[in-house]
């Protein structure tokens, strides 16, 4: 069996196409053009190239983009205060703090600070409760990309068993709840499971988020598998790779996703996807979530 690659390029550049249909729609109905205020502490070279391809992605779906690039010896009081200020601006609808920040800034005191409403992240502890227990609300962007990389193989996901390699709060826990939103029976493993392969050759659909390169190899994996490789790893070979070994598990699962071209490209369109999602629900609800 050969695997179908699940091209993250062309599904989030379809995505792309109809997102700017409904951000033009949305402008047209409003008046209101959707606008993203990224946040930026430092000159952290990972980060520059982050946001640079945030702002190209709102410029390509015709959503307003602000780049507010601070020094790196910001003190958390002027971070928090910048923040204070985007949160009263009814022309900003998302707000994000790229990450990471310098050591002496809290990065979730920063996270908290942001209005439920316009934390296009989706990592405020209110919009991570909404998660939890079933509600709407702004979801994190990684996690929303692979639940649609998923659902773009047209295999159903309800009563499937759907194994999760780690338990970050960016994705691991977020990816958990979302299939098991999608009704399908979740096992979490991390670094203290004993006998991980036991576990992932139960796996209907494997979600691998370790940040270990080149750790899941085709004996880990259940044939027929959907296979989604979260890792991105850069080695001494200036080349990225991911938590799974490509070249072993394509000749063993069904769906697999390509390191680099397959979560990646999906992370910043859902966040384009939030952003419009944030500003929708500020124009329906002029008062935002309760705090």
């Excluded at 992605?57 to 983009?65: L, Q």
């Excluded at 609300?137 to 649609?148: A, D, K, N």
């Excluded at 194994?163 to 098991?180: D, E, F, T």
């Excluded at 991980?196 to 027929?224: F, H």
Aim: charged share 25%.
């Amino acid at each position: 069996m050969q695997a179908k690659i699940i091209d993250g390029k062309a599904i989030a550049q379809a995505i792309r196409h109809d997102l700017k249909k409904e951000v033009t729609s949305f402008k047209d109905t409003t008046g209101i053009t959707p606008h993203l205020a990224v946040v930026l502490v430092g000159h952290h070279p990972a980060s520059l190239s982050y946001v640079r391809g945030k702002q190209k992605g709102c410029e390509e779906v015709r959503i307003r983009s602000t780049l507010i690039h601070l020094p790196e010896e910001t003190t958390e009081e002027e971070l928090l205060n910048t923040i204070d200020r985007l949160n009263a601006d009814p022309d900003v609808h998302g707000i994000l703090v790229q990450l990471p920040l310098p050591k002496s800034i809290d990065a979730q005191k920063v996270i908290n600070r942001i209005h439920v409403l316009k934390d296009v992240d989706g990592f405020h502890p209110v919009n991570m409760g909404r998660l939890l227990i079933g509600e709407s609300g702004l979801l994190p962007c990684t996690p929303l990309g692979i639940l649609e990389l998923i659902k773009r193989t047209g295999e159903p996901i309800e009563g499937k068993h759907a194994v999760v390699i780690g338990r970050s709060n960016i994705v691991g826990k977020p990816v958990a709840q979302l299939l098991i939103r999608e009704n399908a029976t979740v096992t979490v493993c991390h670094s203290k499971t004993v006998d991980l392969p036991r576990y992932t050759k139960q796996a209907d659909i494997l979600v691998v988020a370790m940040g270990r390169p080149l750790t899941v190899g085709k004996d880990m994996v259940k044939p027929g598998a959907i296979v989604i490789d979260v890792g991105t790893t850069r080695l001494d070979d200036g080349k990225f790779y991911g938590d799974v070994i490509f070249d072993e598990v394509k000749d063993v699962a069904a769906y697999l996703t390509p390191v680099p071209g397959g979560v990646g490209p999906m992370t910043i369109t859902m966040l384009l996807k939030n952003t419009l999602t944030a500003a929708k629900l500020q124009w329906n609800s002029r008062d935002g979530y309760d705090r």
